[in-house]
């Protein structure tokens, strides 16, 4: 590709010394060469900083750091987004790994069609230390987020607004943790930032906002893997998962109502309309 636009590896950071060099030398082995790396650390107390410090002296891309005072995942993700430069924002985990060739693919895809918001791709799994029942059943449920869903020639997974009104879909995160997903900067003009009141569901969210306008494409390829460990924010935040849902839930009653399917918009209008908070007194 000619006159490549400059694309942001976003890579938000809280005490990662144990993986986050792994994660920057797979941002510095990119075929794709028109790149900045943008930190944003949440105040980390270990060797995180020190590390990227010695890998900036170390690679011709740019790399900048932004200390960020901790307020959330959400905020440290959104002051990465704020201090990009890029065309293209490309999330990379402190503890996940970039294929060599993840964000060519994924900016060539997302180039050539207009009509799209956001690509993303498959993932493999590392599971860090022996794995658990845990860890197989959470591979055995989330390892392939696009089964079921139809293939097209191109080797893509198209997903449009249609796809909210399948309540399967708004269960479960079906495009990709952040590491997979590649989207222009200006998307954020038209559909927001992260939410920052959310902890584990901002991504799913987020997407969601994306739908209401534009496609996603999923690539049926494995360009990331994705890390499972038990210090990841998925397993700190496990306490927190249920009124984050409750939140989530509130925002697809008052921000995506007429996007879902019937079952659904029945069940949220039980739950959330003042109708339906009375006829659920009523009843107890």
């Known amino acids: 590709m000619k006159n490549l636009p400059l694309v942001s590896i976003c890579i938000p950071t809280f005490n ?11 941002a510095n082995a990119q075929t794709y060469k028109n790149l ?14 020190r ?29 990465c987004i704020k201090n990009s430069g890029g065309e293209y924002i490309k999330f990379l985990f402190q503890d996940d790994i970039l294929y ?19 690509v993303a791709c498959k993932r493999s799994i590392l599971i860090e230390g022996e794995a658990s029942a845990e860890t197989e059943s959470w591979k055995n449920n989330y390892g392939n987020l696009q089964e079921g869903i139809e293939l097209n020639k191109k080797g893509l997974y198209t997903y449009h607004s249609q796809f909210l009104k399948d309540e399967k ?14 989207f222009a900067r200006d998307l954020i003009q038209r559909t927001g930032f992260f939410r920052e009141d959310l902890i584990q569901v901002l ?3 987020f997407y969601y906002r994306i739908l209401k306008h534009h496609k996603i494409l999923i690539v049926d390829k494995e360009l990331v893997a994705f890390r499972i460990h038990p210090a990841q924010a998925t397993n700190v935040n496990k306490n927190k998962i249920s009124k984050d849902y409750e939140k989530y839930y509130r925002l697809l009653y008052r921000n995506f109502f007429w996007y879902l399917g019937y079952k659904t918009q029945k069940k949220l209008l039980k739950q959330y309309h003042p109708i339906g908070r009375l006829y659920r007194y009523l009843r107890q």
């Open 16 to 26: 990662g010394e144990k993986y986050v060099s792994e994660a920057l030398e797979s």
């Open 36 to 49: 900045e790396i943008i930190i944003s650390d949440d105040d980390s107390k270990d060797n995180t900083l």
């Open 51 to 79: 590390l990227i410090k010695k890998f900036k002296h170390s690679t011709n891309i740019p790399v900048r750091i932004y200390h960020h005072e901790p307020s959330g995942i959400g905020a440290n993700w959104n002051n």
């Open 100 to 118: 060599p060739t993840c964000v060519e693919e994924l900016v060539e895809i997302l180039i050539n069609d207009e009509k799209v918001g956001l």
């Open 169 to 182: 879909f708004i269960k479960n995160n079906k495009v990709g943790e952040p590491s997979t997903v590649l």
């Open 203 to 205: 991504d799913i969210e």
